[in-house]
């Protein structure tokens, strides 16, 4: 039986057989829809509203009786039963591009010394050659190679069939107008990642001299953003970015989820297209602004986790998941351009930056390249808070990682007034010490819709401070205040009034639920810390340098998150914050082959702690669910913070 | 405006707009047609009865005023004006699949003496693996490389992305039932063609233990015929082959014609899909008689001329026919299965053997490396003759080469009655020298239906030495025979009547035109033998050896090839018939990796003497348009067997 199911703002209709999930319809509409969890019930944020016919619903666990009674459902679990109309409210919208001012303005440079012009990666020849004679009748592909062996030394290039194909025709192409002799430049990619001794390849060849440039791109491939850097690896500049969030957002918000997804028929593929799909859009945006044509990108170097590369190889990322959580791979596979669908050079070569594990991939590599600790005799402890947090503890001798499955609350998943950090989030807030009343300041200066990680640390600190709530987080309702109220989620914070919202009609708020995700959350990464510290013998106290990496660390003000206990209580001048590391390692080694072979050399000597199989990790994990510390010693300036408000903590 | 077309006798109606040539509708039609010239109406093969309706003819040269005045046209120079009925005669469809037991029948071995056993191309490794666990969580392909240099000692193993894709399930679906180990087989390619010393490259896995055998395949695509060989690299056993005619036929009868195709919008893709779809055809065949997974055949080597090769890769052939002739490449690239459509394991590597020149390939060079000459003292000519007449000469010290555009003459093309060797044709004839009546041998013993390569030369050494025609190839019209008369195509000689034949309406003759036709032919490859070997300073009757390849050679009655001068006057046992070197060159290349040194050393080494831009050649081939030849001094045994007969040429 089929059914009718219109969609409201949009007014689309489509036609589905009885029994589809809600979810499989919207997406069949072509309406964004946010399937954070990947369609498991669990997040509740594909709430849509059932205005008439009939549905079932499978769970509906993520709603309260009022939104029930208003006719939410949660699209992953509910079925079409006959013709349907259904609102999808507009705050579910998927969020594609980032605001680009923040991507643009900044211009990169390499954030660690080589010497990138010593090879480069992909060089440029411009060749003038005579055209072949009965008397000198050798074929075109000889001819060519050895004109590049007698003009440049270059030897033994070898080519592939479709390039092959283009041979003949381009040289004659290239004819020049007087001398009658061919004129082209010959691209070729000198050796691999693999094999560095591989004979030299003819990747492109173009009539006349394109010599001047030699376009590359480095790409970060995050759980949530992708981003584009366009380089030019003859002068060894870098030209410009992209960034946006990752169309696959609105298959899973967070790597497991993402992995359910791929299990589905035809999922994995899906997932690949997405993800290729948000590269050639970034790509699309780069071409146009800067006037260039892709086919001119020859090379690529990719930074991402270890699911996020299963996911943009289409490698099985089932096995990621289970225990005893094993990638098919984590160093680096010969791939082209066109194996992936990636609009550049169909010959370019695009290489993953190597990985330690199923949770310390080519993004944490890449990380410790760029953050340049596997040169320093300081040690240093080096985290990347993203949707995952993963640690690495050492420097030039020594390296080890841990992952600690923190969650996505700081990205606000699992946070009911959680959102991402975009126009409209609230980034960080002041509670005033006698009133409980709170002052914040919102990203974009316009009425606030949720609060983003920043925001939550910076809330959390605040509420744990001035005592809005207690150690354990549980809110002290023996205020004389109406923020602290009973609503219908149980206890909660009201950060914002519904009148001041962008809304309009909902409290923005921090539930006590929530206040447990973020606690456990940040205790995950700080049990992380010890664990990796206790495990060589150190204490963490003997860190020297704290480099903080992803895009989250960026905003974070370290104070607040060493009142929640969320990072160690040290000299703040030991903390620095990197920026986007993943996608600055990836930079890094595409420009030069020295860090690549770094690159190649830290993911080998790293050794990789897995935590779930801790049970050190446990123990930590669990005196790290107060707020900061049970360990109080641990946190001195904190405790003389509390002291001096008279907040001892009981 | 559209048309319809109605075929006969198939019945079969296309619609396709006026103005299309009736070769093209047939084509859409799905019906065979021959197009031997490749469309350019010099053949004449082409032709089809206009039964009703308006047509346009741009050209008929081939075609008689009877055959006109029949309602005959040729389809591809005949554009539909309006609706049509056409017949379409049944003696132009496509012959498709040679007889099958004349290849089943044999069972090739390695022709020349190598330690084929010592380093096989591909190699097939049986592994069990412990599978990971929290302690031992080594990435899926690093614990298979892990073992492979454990068990077997193989290294640095490499691997394609499609293969990566199959790695974590395939290692899981080969759990033994009882250990819970890992039990899989990995295919190993050991090295490129390119690049002996490439890393061995992953190519399968499979659960369970494949390695009783490895199968390869080798392949000759000639202009007219496929070949296949189904081999087994464990055992370096031939286990069984198939042939057929080359459905490129309809697309052209020589190179030149399927060049000229190929130039058409679409040609070179479609003439790369009939090849691969012949191969494809014969692979079936193979597996179905063998029962075999095709998809366990782990290697190709492909010997054809350049030309075919070229359009077996979908090179641009259009430079081969214009001056100086240049060829994309003549040295094997690294191609896989995939990238052409064979139906093999995918990632099996197809390497076509090194080829010389423009009009001396990979054919030649595996006749060369076949026939043993390239390690032989003695001074040894060897030959090819099939649509072109390739020569070699010289011995382990040195070759040189030469081609000589024969035509296809001797295969059938451009003689009136001339067809292929295959059943109905005539391919012996003796001529009773009183009364000039033949008596002839037809393949198949059924009445005649034309004459084959080796019925020509038979009746031209038999017409010639009992005097129905003189040295200049004219027809001795003073004789007292109703053979000898003046058709519609001029003077002609009846070698069998209407009612002997199979199609009981027309008489099977050789005419003047013919004859002048054959008479270039021969001319043209004995001006071959002698300029290669005056080009060296040797004297053809120093020639110690004459080897004869291709599937012509295998037919041909040496002492009438001597008596027309077409071979040289030299005693019969130097001549030795080798049958389809080409094949047995890539069975021997695919075999043994020394050989695969040995034949690109021979393409390397070998001389190519052009002899379009040689002035000797044309001197040569003008004196060899006689009888036997002009320098009767060179064919004494000819002279001496005219002499008894009283046939003195004048």
Redesign the interface.
């Known amino acids: 039986m089929m059914a009718r199911v219109l969609f409201r703002p949009e007014g689309k209709t489509v036609e589905v057989a009885t029994g589809t999930p809600l979810s499989d319809a919207i997406v069949q509409a072509g309406s964004g829809l946010n399937l954070p969890c990947g369609g498991q019930g669990r997040c509740g944020r594909c709430r849509v509203v059932v205005e008439s016919g009939p549905v079932e619903r499978r769970g509906s666990s993520r709603l309260s009786p009022l939104e029930l009674e208003q006719g939410y459902a949660l699209a992953c679990q509910t079925t079409v039963q006959g013709d349907l109309q259904v609102f999808i409210p507009p705050q579910e919208a998927i969020l594609r591009h980032l605001p680009s001012e923040k991507a643009a303005g900044e211009v990169p440079t390499l954030p660690v010394e080589c010497d990138w012009r010593s090879s480069p990666i992909v060089q440029q020849f411009f060749l003038t050659i005579e055209p072949?004679?009965?008397s000198d009748?050798?074929?075109?592909?000889?001819r060519l190679k050895r004109e590049l062996a007698k003009q440049y030394g270059v030897k033994d290039v070898?080519?592939?069939?479709?390039m092959?194909?283009r041979?003949?025709?381009t040289l004659?192409q290239s004819e020049a107008q007087l001398s009658k002799a061919w004129e082209v430049t010959a691209v070729l990619e000198m050796g691999t990642w693999?094999?560095e001794d591989a004979?030299p390849r003819l990747i492109d060849l173009r009539p006349g001299d394109h010599t001047a440039r030699t376009l590359a791109i480095a790409v970060d491939i995050g759980t949530t953003s992708n981003v584009v850097y366009l380089i030019d690896l003859a002068s060894g500049q870098f030209v410009d970015s992209a960034a946006a969030y990752s169309a696959q957002i609105s298959c899973g918000e967070d790597v497991i989820a993402r992995i359910l997804y791929a299990r589905k028929e035809g999922g994995l593929e899906h997932l690949q297209r997405l993800v290729v799909g948000t590269i050639n859009e970034l790509l699309q945006e780069l071409a146009k602004r800067n006037g260039i044509d892709l086919s001119e990108v020859y090379a690529a170097t990719v930074a991402g986790n270890t699911t996020m590369i299963h996911l943009f190889?289409?490698?099985?990322p089932?096995?990621i998941r289970l225990?005893?959580?094993?990638?098919?791979?984590?160093?680096p596979?010969?791939?082209r351009a066109a194996?992936l669908g990636i609009h550049i050079c169909p010959e370019a070569s695009v290489d993953c930056l190597p990985g330690v594990?199923?949770y310390v991939g080519g993004d944490i590599t890449a990380g410790v390249l760029s953050s340049g600790m596997f040169k320093t005799d300081k040690l240093t402890l080096f985290i990347d808070v993203g949707t995952n947090g993963e640690i690495v503890l050492g420097n030039s001798d020594w390296l080890i990682s841990c992952a600690c499955s923190a969650g996505p609350a700081f990205e606000g998943a699992g946070v009911r007034s959680g959102m991402r950090a975009t126009v409209g989030a609230i980034e960080e807030v002041w509670i005033s010490a006698g009133t409980y009343e709170p002052t914040y300041h919102v990203i974009g200066d316009v009425p606030p819709r949720g609060i983003c990680g920043s925001g939550m640390i910076s809330l959390l600190a605040e509420m744990f401070i001035t005592g809005v709530m207690d150690k354990s987080g549980h809110l002290n309702r023996a205020l004389n205040t109406p923020r602290i109220r009973v609503g219908e989620h149980g206890p909660e914070y009201v950060v914002a009034w519904a009148a001041e919202t962008s809304s309009r009609d909902e409290d923005i708020v921090l539930t006590e639920v929530d206040i447990s995700n973020l606690i456990r959350a940040k205790g995950a990464i700080y049990a992380g810390f010890s664990v990796l510290t206790n495990s060589v013998g150190i204490d963490l106290a003997d860190v020297e340098e704290v480099l903080i990496g992803g895009g989250f660390g960026k905003y974070i003000d370290i104070e607040k998150a060493i009142q929640i206990g969320l990072m160690p209580d040290m000299p703040w001048e030991r903390f620095r914050y990197l920026g986007n590391t993943s996608v600055l390692g990836a930079f890094t080694a595409l420009l030069c082959r020295d860090m690549r072979r770094e690159v190649t050399e830290i993911a080998r000597k790293m050794t990789?702690l897995?935590l779930?199989?801790d049970n050190r990790f446990m123990e930590q994990f669990t005196s790290a669910l107060f707020l900061p510390h049970t360990d109080t010693a641990a946190f001195p300036s904190v405790m003389r913070l509390l002291a001096r408000r008279g907040q001892e903590p009981s």
Chains 1, 2 share one sequence.
């Open positions: 072949p004679s009965l009748n050798t074929t075109d592909f000889e070898v080519v592939s069939l479709p092959m194909r041979v003949a025709r004659r693999e094999d004979p190889l289409a490698l099985d089932g096995y225990e005893p959580y094993i990638p098919t791979v984590t160093f596979l010969p791939v194996e594990g199923a990789y897995e779930s199989a």
